[in-house]
């Protein structure tokens, strides 16, 4: 029933066991002693021959049953420990004792040890009693000492339950006890006067009845005190608990007063046990209680909730249910394992694992937490911080941190690509180990605007790298601060920009110089101009600028090729150059076509010098091909002075002089003159210039729609776009007024690029209304030498996300023909877009079909004379039907152009082509007007007969 726990408590067993031994043998020695003095006493004389031998064999009887109860009592001590006997301490005692009292005196009266001859009573039965009083007064002392040194047996391994009662205790003191003494001196009396009267019988038996009385009553007592323990202490073992509390004292002695003591500390601990079953039942974490076979013995509220067992389901079970890994006893401390519900789900715990004591027996406490969510939480955070620094570590650009004091904390691995450091190098030094000396200044008021809390965005700055060249870098940065809300330091990205740098210097340089040549462009020198012109102004001096124009470019290019054209103006640039001052600017104007801007010269200076030029030119031969090439230039020279305007005008006087050069025969210089006579002839052509610069820099011009039908439907879905410019007074001015002179002062580019710009932006507004239609656009020939204009349409089609199959771009066919390389190619890279192209004016010219094959056209538009002239001869009927079979055999679309009767529009539809235009479809409009369909515009049959 228990067991030894320490071996301290072995040796303390070991000592009241032979303690008890040997008070046991100590009591059959007193015994018998006294048994054998109160026979003297009594006047019981031993034979005097035979006493010795008897005596000798009374003493070894004596000393064999002493070893024999001795052994018992050994053996008893370690089955009572066991729970063998039971704790029958009482009954083995006075069992042993009385088997004494039995012996002992049929020993001495068979072996004759006493003389009872002279005895006229009954000898052994007076002996028996007499050994029986005796036994009785010796043993109660023994038996008492005996209940002390098991008092000290339960003081180690406890009390199951009550062995003798104090009741028992007071009735053999207050009630057998005196009358045992009583009894003694009633046997004396008799056998002293050898006669028993009623008297004395009567006296004793009143005194034992007044003893036994007054025991009674002292023991009722005692029981009424004892009542309320002894009413819990037979009570269940589950209420043995629960109504300790309720104790009541039921007298007034110490008994009564440690029953109110008892009480009260049972109260207090019946509050203290319902504290922790609340605390417990309502914990936020699981709390279970195994003993050492892992059976479980408690389980709170928040456990069924977990695992979704009751505890009167789960009691007694073991814990590996629950928790399969887990083995008890195990290690003690905090873990993460594996545990399963009831419905066999597998849940992540967390367990606390701690020992306890509950008597004598090692119980295990086990506090269980879900973490599920808090391990699938830290796996994403894991995750995504993994995610975080591979996009960190793996990031082109560089990520930093910095401290209050500019020290790198933090650098990825582009500080290896950017500074040639790895970054375990660069944490902890100063960042203006780094920097450029020209930018110390200016990195160290950003720093502190940093730490200011101003973020810095695109922040450009120089530092030098492990070998001492110089990267530009980008950064952005922003302030990082602590609980306390105190910048603690700065954060960021930096980006190497130096590619960057080297391509907007090389980008800038483009900007203002030709590529082809590397001289100036039209763009420097046209800023250059202006300010020329300006300072001119200021200052009263005079400049000189030439327009060059090369004599017999279009010749070589179109006889040699593009490749030879190209070395051409290379070459013809360089003894440009190499015969100019170094101040004075030359610039490839466009073509073949050069200007010069030379400082501080006056008419005649400017007039020497543009005659070497020309002569230089003339002197020079052109070698392709192991042949020789004369060039010629003319040169027309225009001085800017303190009455030159604008640079427009400027531009003018050159070009009418260079124009004015060419005319008088080529190969030779002109000086402009403000009252030649050729001016007269050309004023007009030079207003529409400066009119039309206006124009573009006031965006003073429009656009008119023009429908085009559908044959086949009958709709009108494509229009297509012409332009207007609008006057200073309002007048409208149709492109016939002012195209000439766009052409003739080189703005046809910026016309094309406005037509271009604005009419892309108005259908795509058109389009997201919901509008699906298509519009033709009339481009010139320059726009093929456009390098702005195709990147414009890309960039346009990406912002507005317009179809760029809605885009016809036309262009006449003389244009196209007189430079078809160029056009081929303008055409082909449209095309890739996804535009479509248009030929205008088709069969205009005398081999058209023959150069068809080479342009990669979408439509053709017949010349309208054939379409107005077909009604009247069968000839240009003959021509169109042409034109149309053929176009189809090409798979292109044919569209009709000049329909301005309904009787054209009968015709055309009648030969087949796929689109009519004209007055009569719908003439130009600023609005795109509902059209007529094709069975209202068409007349009934009998109106053409």
């Known amino acids: 029933m228990f067991e030894t726990s320490n071996v301290k408590d072995k040796r303390n067993f070991a000592q009241i066991r032979n303690q008890l031994v040997a008070m046991i043998a100590g009591s059959f020695i007193a015994v018998s002693v006294a048994g054998y003095s109160a026979a003297v006493f009594f006047a019981m004389p031993p034979h005097t021959f035979s006493a010795l031998p008897a005596l000798a064999i009374v003493a070894f009887v004596l000393t064999l049953f002493m070893a024999l109860s001795g052994l018992h009592f050994w053996r008893w001590s370690n089955a009572s420990v066991r729970g063998g006997a039971a704790y029958s301490y009482s009954c083995n005692f006075w069992g042993l004792h009385a088997l004494y009292v039995f012996i002992a005196p049929c020993l001495f009266y068979l072996t004759g040890v006493f003389d009872f001859s002279g005895n006229t009573g009954v000898p052994l039965l007076s002996l028996i009693l007499l050994q029986l009083i005796t036994s009785i007064l010796l043993c109660l002392p023994f038996y008492f000492m005996g209940l002390n040194i098991l008092g000290r047996m339960a003081s180690i391994y406890g009390l199951p339950k009550i062995q003798v009662s104090l009741r028992y205790r007071l009735f053999i003191l207050v009630g057998l006890l005196p009358l045992l003494v009583s009894a003694i001196l009633v046997e004396y009396y008799w056998w002293r006067t050898e006669y028993f009267t009623n008297e004395v019988l009567f006296i004793w038996g009143g005194l034992g009845i007044i003893t036994l009385w007054l025991a009674l009553v002292a023991i009722r007592g005692v029981g009424l005190a004892l009542e309320p323990v002894s009413a819990i202490l037979t009570s269940t073992e589950t209420d043995e608990h629960l109504d300790f509390h309720q104790l009541r004292p039921n007298s007034t002695d110490e008994i009564g007063y440690l029953t109110q003591l008892l009480q009260k500390l049972f109260h207090r601990l019946k509050d203290r046990e319902a504290q922790v079953r609340a605390i417990v039942d309502h914990a936020a974490e699981g709390i279970i209680v195994v003993d050492q076979t892992g059976q479980i013995n408690t389980f709170n509220r928040a456990a069924e909730q977990l695992f979704g067992y009751k505890f009167s389901e789960i009691k007694g079970q073991p814990l590996s249910g629950l928790l399969p890994t887990i083995v008890v006893p195990g290690v003690m401390g905090i873990c993460e394992i594996e545990g399963v519900d009831h419905s066999g789900q597998t849940l992540m715990l967390s367990l606390r694992i701690t020992e306890m004591n509950i008597s004598g027996c090692t119980m295990y406490t086990y506090l269980v937490a879900d973490v599920s969510e808090r391990i699938t939480a830290q796996r994403k955070t894991q995750e995504a911080e993994s995610r975080y620094r591979q996009l960190v570590e793996t990031a082109h650009d560089l990520v930093w941190s910095m401290d209050e004091q500019a020290r790198w904390t933090y650098l990825n691995a582009a500080a290896y690509t950017i500074y040639g450091y790895r970054p375990e190098e660069m944490i902890g030094q100063y960042a203006r180990n780094y920097q450029s000396s020209e930018y110390a200044e200016q990195d160290l008021a950003a720093f502190k ?46 980006r190497d920009i130096t590619e960057q740098k080297e391509f907007e210097r090389q980008l800038a340089y483009q900007a203002q110089h030709d590529g082809l040549t590397g001289l100036a462009n039209r763009v420097q020198f046209q800023n250059e101009l202006e300010r020329v012109v300006a300072r001119v102004a200021r200052s009263g001096a005079t400049c000189a600028l030439f327009y060059i124009d090369m004599d017999q470019f279009k010749y070589i290019n179109d006889t040699l090729g593009h490749a030879a054209g190209d070395r051409l103006l290379i070459e013809f640039a360089m003894q440009l150059k190499s015969n100019l001052r170094d101040g004075d600017l030359l610039a490839r104007f466009g073509g073949d076509e050069f200007t010069v801007l030379l400082y501080n010269v006056d008419s005649e200076s400017a007039m020497i010098v543009a005659e070497h030029l020309r002569s230089v030119i003339t002197d020079y031969r052109f070698l392709e091909s192991g042949k020789a090439y004369r060039l010629s230039c003319s040169i027309g020279v225009a001085l800017i002075d303190n009455a030159t305007i604008t640079t427009d005008e400027c531009m003018a006087h050159a070009d009418l002089a260079c124009h004015l050069a060419k005319k008088q ?51 009108v879905t494509h229009y297509e776009v012409l332009l207007r410019m609008v006057a200073e007074d309002g007048e409208i001015i149709l492109p016939g007024g002012f195209l000439s002179a766009a052409e003739r002062f080189g703005l046809m580019n910026e016309i094309d690029r406005w037509m271009v710009r604005n009419a892309m932006i108005r259908l795509a507004e058109l389009q997201d209304h919901g509008k699906a239609i298509g519009f033709s656009l009339n481009i010139s020939a320059h726009a093929f030498d456009d390098e702005t204009l195709l990147p414009m349409i890309r960039t346009l089609l990406e912002k507005t996300n317009l179809d760029p199959s809605a885009l016809t771009f036309e262009v006449s066919e003389a244009n196209a023909i007189g430079n078809l390389p160029s056009a081929a190619r ?49 000839v240009d009927r003959a021509m169109v039907q042409s034109m149309t079979q053929v176009a189809h055999a090409l798979d292109k679309i044919v569209i009709a152009g000049c329909v301005e009767t309904a009787e054209a529009l009968s015709l055309v539809t009648e030969i087949g082509v796929d689109y009519a235009q004209g007055y009569y479809v719908g003439e130009p409009d600023e609005h795109l007007l509902s059209q007529p369909t094709l069975h209202e515009l068409l007349p009934p049959p009998s109106m053409l007969q």
């Open 449 to 494: 605007e940093a730490l200011k809390g101003n973020d810095l965005v695109q922040y450009e700055t120089v530092y030098i790298d492990k070998t001492g060249h110089t990267h530009y870098l980008s950064f952005n940065a922003k302030a990082f601060k602590n609980a306390e809300g105190q910048v603690v330091g700065i954060s960021g990205t930096a």
């Open 665 to 715: 025969g080529r190969n030779r210089c002109y000086l402009y003159q403000p009252k030649d006579q050729n001016e007269a002839k050309l004023e007009a052509g030079l207003g529409w210039a400066i009119r039309l610069r206006e124009a573009l820099d006031q965006d003073r011009f429009k656009l008119a729609y023009q429908p085009i039908l559908s044959i086949a439907d009958g709709s």
């Open 826 to 874: 303008f055409i082909n890279e449209l095309r890739e877009i996804g535009c479509m192209f248009a030929l205008d004016c088709f069969g205009s010219g005398f081999s058209s079909f023959t150069y068809l094959k080479h342009l990669p056209v979408d439509k053709l538009k017949i010349d309208g004379t054939f379409i107005q002239n077909m009604m009247h001869t069968t």
